[in-house]
């Protein structure tokens, strides 16, 4: 529609400050991750621990906004870690101006069977982060206080 089209037209010309943001957001909060010791794993392209990480430095221009990690606990502890959240909300769709946070195993991948999540290498402590475009510091401090409820 018409309706639609404009707004794809007015959206289209910020896309490219927005993707860096979300992108520089995204390594920063990875990295903070990392340093955590609640943490016991990060997966992003970003970090050089990444098995990948060469192909995407070679094959991208920044490496997502998408950052998935681990920590020791099960759903009364992700509940209590996301009820510390203030800037993050509790989202099974990721991608936006606004960051954006999820539990795979209870939320998005809830369908599948406990041995295809293991399969696919989620636990119940997997999180997966969708960084928006807020201030970085602001989303370091919101994500350690919520680690700090576990």
Known sequence: SPWD???VLRGIRSLPQRMAAHAVNAQRLAEFLTAHPKVTSVHYPGLPSHPQHELAR???RGHGGVVTFEVEADKTGLDRMFG???LF???ES???V????EAPWYMSHASMSEEALAKAG???????V???????DDLVADLAEGLAAL
């Open 89 to 91: 909300s509790l989202a």
């Open 58 to 60: 070679r094959q991208m």
């Open 122 to 128: 989620m636990h119940t402590g997997t999180v997966r």
């Open 98 to 101: 606004e960051s954006l946070i």
């Open 84 to 86: 510390r959240l203030r």
């Open 5 to 7: 089209a404009w707004l």
């Open 130 to 136: 969708s960084a928006g475009i807020e201030n970085a």
């Open 94 to 96: 990721l991608g936006g």
